[in-house]
């Protein structure tokens, strides 16, 4: 069964960091470029950042520049999104998402339609 399982979520006080996983069962990640979406209750999802199949390219939503960081391990089978200095408008569900062919993201993400696989999702949860 081809899946891809998010973990690393949880709830952490504002100025702290999680490190969230991605990792794809069923199938190798070498050839997929990854993305990270969340959503918040009563919002609309929304990209956060992704990463090239070969890992040489990266892009990030305006808001994320600077405090996340996306790296992949193709090894691993695993993508991971390092969050720091989090702010309770981060808490959302994250998602990942991996989606064939795209070998640069430099330009930007490609969009959520596009991509082949989806997880199901962690919580992440920014409160004091």
């Known amino acids: 069964q081809l899946q891809l399982v998010e973990s690393g979520g949880g709830l952490v006080q504002p100025g702290g960091s999680l490190r969230l996983s991605c990792a794809a069962s069923g199938f190798t990640l070498d050839y997929y470029a990854i993305g990270w979406f969340r959503q918040a209750p009563g919002k609309e999802r929304e990209g956060v950042s992704c990463?090239?199949?070969?890992?040489?390219?990266?892009n990030y939503a305006d808001s994320m520049k600077g405090r996340f960081t996306i790296s992949r391990d193709n090894a691993k089978n695993t993508v991971y999104l390092q969050m720091n200095s989090l702010k309770p408008e981060d808490t959302a569900i994250y998602y990942c998402?991996?989606?064939?062919?795209?070998?640069?993201?430099?330009?930007?993400?490609?969009?959520?339609?596009?991509?082949?696989?989806w997880g199901q999702g962690t919580q992440v949860t920014v409160s004091s």
């Open positions: 990463i090239s199949s070969s890992g040489g390219s990266t």
């Open positions: 998402a991996a989606v064939v062919r795209i070998t640069t993201v430099q330009a930007m993400c490609p969009k959520a339609p596009l991509y082949d696989y």
